[in-house]
């Protein structure tokens, strides 16, 4: 247990609609990063938030959104979805912001569109 | 980050040590040297990570070539448990300041009983 969590752990839903997935770090963790993992992308890094501010963006579309909330748990909200959504999201927390720390993932929330 | 190249797969005997490869010409002096793994249908964990010198914990090593090049994890005793993708990541300098983890296509190591 790496103690991210991460709801729900499946989701289906149609293609044009908006979901909600939902991140808490673990204690004491500032950093909070999303990855996309489908079969023809692997796994691609989306955005990382820390202390409540956007750090980084990576390949993360414009549908797609994010937050960190004042008790460091994330949010990560897709809307107008496509087919090509489907994917596995995880959740990753670190302490900070330093490249030699260790990144916890989530179990991920495996999200499908139909 | 600079590239990394490892093997798409590997086979190992249970209880036999493994050697997993990992390339990496354009390092800078920067850069750090992770590995992650990812169990099935699980997210990914981390595994060790070196910066020079050869680095040791409870579940692997990491040999690092003198000249940072190439670097190999090590399991000393393969278990069923170990089959995963085994991802061989360069941390380094971002210009936008995150630290996020730039995966690969990894190693996929299938362990036989």
């Known amino acids: 247990d790496s103690g991210v969590t991460q709801t729900p752990k499946h989701l289906i839903t149609a293609t044009g609609q908006r979901v909600t997935l939902r991140c808490s770090p673990r204690?004491?963790?500032?950093?909070v990063y999303w990855y996309q993992q489908s079969l023809d992308q692997g796994l691609q890094f989306l955005i990382q938030?820390?202390?409540?501010?956007?750090?980084a963006k990576g390949n993360i579309l414009e549908r797609f959104s994010a937050q960190q909330f004042p008790d460091l748990h994330s949010e990560l909200n897709l809307s107008s979805l496509e087919l090509g959504d489907s994917a596995l999201y995880f959740c990753?927390?670190?302490?900070?912001?330093?490249?030699?720390?260790?990144?916890?993932f989530g179990p991920g929330t495996r999200l499908l569109v139909l | 980050d600079a590239k990394t190249t490892q093997p798409n797969s590997m086979e190992s005997n249970e209880e036999e040590p493994v050697h997993l490869p990992c390339n990496h010409s354009?390092?800078?002096?920067?850069?750090?040297i992770h590995w992650y793994r990812q169990l099935p249908s699980q997210g990914p964990e981390y595994v060790i990570h070196?910066?020079?010198s050869n680095v040791n914990n409870r579940m692997a090593s990491l040999a690092i070539a003198e000249d940072r090049k190439s670097s190999t994890l090590i399991l000393h005793r393969a278990t069923l448990r170990d089959a995963a993708v085994y991802y061989c990541?360069?941390?380094?300098?971002?210009?936008?300041?995150?630290?996020?983890?730039?995966f690969g296509g990894g190693t996929r190591l299938m362990v036989k009983p």
């Open positions: 990753a927390s670190s302490l900070g912001t330093y490249r030699q720390e260790t990144q916890y």
């Open positions: 204690s004491g963790d500032l950093s």
């Open positions: 070196g910066l020079t």
């Open positions: 938030y820390y202390n409540g501010e956007e750090r």
């Open positions: 990541i360069l941390h380094g300098v971002n210009n936008n300041a995150g630290n996020m983890l730039t």
């Open positions: 354009t390092i800078s002096g920067t850069d750090y």
